[in-house]
């Protein structure tokens, strides 16, 4: 049978048809961009401007910025979403692939017994064998977990480094507060060198080193004022604060000695830390691998229905069923042929197993290695502490006030006066540094561990606010 319209009558008839679904999409998407995009800072409630969301009290706890850390790091925001997206994976793994939908439409129709075929439409379904699914979905679990894990990593991170920050801050503060009470020390000696110059009580030696530590201590004074200010910069973009930002009074450091010991750190470490529980889903990972290289072996399924529009014969005499149209149901099945690549599959999933639970090696190897450095910087710092506090500080004091009474009396130089001076303030600087140092090292002890290593050592570092899986 002759077609009744010529080929390219055909096509100048259904182009534009096909042309005009095009352009109503293309004016939908431009407009919804014209209407939304301006407004999106304005109307998205995920889009927040960087700086004081919310303001500190003007005595600082250690708690209190821990508490505004968590609420407001942007690290910390990442990882939550992070872990979210995992989530949201799982659904989609663990659903079947989307049907396909295929029409055909023949510009010159094909002749068949019963009449023309102008069009056909198939629709088929792929299933994947069963467990295949399950077992892909075990990873997507495993990924959570493994999200999860990075969550709290960077949790316990980011409020260990607000700690070292806070101990690093009051040691600055600390340390400017010792130099203003030396400096005006300092010229109260210096004035008594001056005087006592004039009597010919001291010499002019005497008179230039004291100025000359009048000088140092102007120079520390200076340093400290910037590194307070680097600190103050650092401390501020842990709580997603503008840099200038100010910190209010820290309240003194809590001074905690540790009383687990190092074994039972160990211990602690092996059960809590991140790295290593994400070495051991990697192990567990690794397992689902091979059972999931095994599945992709086996073969997967396809269903689907065809049919087929069928027109009129133009003939004199028809069949008896002329025109009907065409109906199939379709089945198939995909044929894992390669065994070779198959089998380096099942290969290469084992050696992913292998590596995790090598990595895990060497992750509890290199936790203990930190925490055996940390626990002695800081029961090192904790004997500092106390040497100072208990007994250098305070002898230091009291030479300082013999070699006063001394020079009055004459009985000593100008010169053991200012050492005694220098050896005192030298001393208050190290007590100071001590315990930040304490402070800080005891932080990233109790990050390794996971909880505090005081008496009470099943208190947990995190905030009460931290969600639970």
Known sequence: MKYPFPRMRVKAAIMPLLWMPCRIALTLILGVAFYLVPNASASDPDIQPTGDSQDLPESIRLADLIEHAYAHNPSIQQAREAWRETVEQYRITTGYPDPQLMVTWFPEPIETRLGPQDWNAQISQQIPFPGKLSKAGELVAADARIARLKLDKTIKETLMTVQESYYELWYIRQAKTVTKHNTRLLNHLRKLAETAHADSRTTLTDVVKAQSQTGQLQYDTLLLEELEQTEITRLNGLLNRLPESTVGILAPPVFRPITTDLETIYQLAESNQEDILMAQVGVDKGDT?????????????????????????????????????????????????????????????????????????????????????????????????????????????????????????????????????????????????????????????????????????????????????
């Not at 380096?344 to 450095?373: G, P």
């Not at 990233?444 to 099943?458: I, M, T």
């Open 289 to 469: 691998k091979v059972s999931l290289a095994r599945f992709q072996n086996l073969p997967d399924f396809k269903v689907g229905l065809f049919y087929a529009g069928i027109g009129e014969p133009d003939v004199p005499v028809q069949p008896r069923d002329a025109g009907r149209d065409a109906i199939g149901i379709q089945a198939g099945i995909s044929i894992p042929l390669w065994f070779g690549k198959n089998n380096s599959r099942v290969d290469k999933a084992m050696a992913e197993k292998s590596k995790a639970r090598a990595e895990k090696e060497v992750r509890v190897n290199d936790v203990r290695t930190k925490i055996r450095t940390l626990y002695f910087k800081a029961r090192n710092a904790e004997r500092i502490v106390t040497l100072y506090e208990t007994d250098l500080v305070p002898q230091a004091a009291r030479s300082m006030e013999i070699a006063e009474v001394w020079y009055r009396e004459g009985e000593s130089s100008f010169t053991d006066f200012i050492e005694t001076q220098s050896v005192w303030y030298n001393f208050q600087l190290a007590l100071a540094r001590a315990k930040a140092d304490y402070g800080i090292n005891l932080a990233r002890l109790e990050r390794l561990a996971g909880k505090r290593l005081n008496d009470d050592a099943a208190v947990s570092v995190e905030p009460a606010g931290k969600e639970q899986q």
